[in-house]
């Protein structure tokens, strides 16, 4: 399934970007299969017969309020898609719902997002989260506080420590499919 993102909030679109990439649906802007449209920002939304509306005023009809459910949203994707998974032990559902993430736990998550499952090393992901490679300290500080809000909750590894090289998130948690082992240290 595609989608096209019509919002002109870069934050929002990055946190609706992640949020398909973890449903597994492809974000494009020409035709789409469903148009996830903000209605607080002036933009230009192509027409699409399957729409989700989004808003943070409650006087605007929308299908969701923000801050949101990312729960609910992702089974939202899954009825448009016409799937439904039955392995719920996905990234995607370990998110405790309405999850606040910092502007830096977002670049640290997409960062992981973006490697598919491979390991990306500590001073690559200190390089795209904080602009330089002197980080690693406070990388594992973040490192640490992603994994209070999207593991602990649910009682399931996501990120996975690559001992003496960096870090990757468990493709079998994030997911269909397994990549990568039960191996390494967390």
């Known amino acids: 399934m595609t989608c096209c993102i019509a ?14 990439m973890l449903a597994g649906v492809t974000v494009t802007t020409g035709r789409a299969d469903l148009l996830l449209l903000d209605l607080d920002m002036p933009t230009a939304a192509p027409p699409c017969e399957k729409t989700v509306r989004f808003s943070r005023d409650g006087k605007v009809q929308a299908d969701f309020y923000r801050p949101f459910s990312y729960t609910a949203f992702l089974e939202k994707l899954e009825l448009y898609a016409g799937k439904t998974y039955s392995d719920r032990q996905t990234l995607a559902y370990t998110f405790p719902e309405e999850t606040a993430f910092t502007t830096t736990e977002k670049r640290l998550l997409d960062a992981l997002l973006s490697a598919d499952g491979k390991t990306v090393t500590y001073r690559e992901l200190a390089h795209s989260v904080f602009g330089d490679e002197e980080n690693m300290n406070e990388l594992k500080v973040y490192i640490r506080h992603l994994r209070e809000k999207i593991e602990e909750p649910q009682g399931v590894r996501v990120i996975e420590t690559v001992r003496g090289v960096g870090y990757r998130l468990r493709k079998d948690r994030v997911g269909k499919g397994c990549f990568g082992s039960e191996s390494g240290e967390s």
């Open 7 to 20: 919002t002109a909030d870069y934050a929002f679109l990055a946190e609706l970007t992640s949020l398909c």
